[in-house]
């Protein structure tokens, strides 16, 4: 938290030196198209994060245990596959 703390407040203070150096073209498309990306993504973000936290929240463990094999080489397809269903895939 401090070196972005820190970070933060070297950027305030360089400003003036940095905003003429900013003003190239590539630049500045790139850094739209950067920004555009992460707005367009954020909700599909924000949505995963929601249903793993309530998925976190409201299904007990013993669920998993159960549902899925006792064995980590077959229980990461049977789970792919379960996610799958789920989306309609």
Same mark, same amino acid.
């Given at each position: 938290m401090e070196i972005l703390a820190l970070a933060a407040v070297a950027l305030l203070l360089l400003q003036p030196f940095l905003?003429?150096? #900013?003003?190239?073209? +590539?630049l500045q498309a790139g850094a739209t198209i950067f920004v555009s990306?992460?707005?367009?993504?954020?909700?599909?973000l924000v949505l995963? %994060? !929601? #249903?793993?936290a309530a998925i976190a +929240?409201? %299904?007990?463990d013993?669920?998993?245990? *159960? $549902? #899925?094999? *006792?064995?980590?080489g077959l229980a990461v397809p049977?789970?792919?596959? +379960?996610? /799958?269903? !789920? $989306? /309609? %895939?």
């Open positions: 905003a003429g150096r #900013l003003t190239n073209p +590539a990306i992460v707005i367009q993504a954020l909700p599909f995963g %994060v !929601v #249903l793993s +929240a409201f %299904v007990p013993s669920f998993w245990q *159960k $549902a #899925l094999p *006792k064995r980590p049977v789970a792919g596959c +379960a996610r /799958g269903g !789920v $989306a /309609g %895939v």
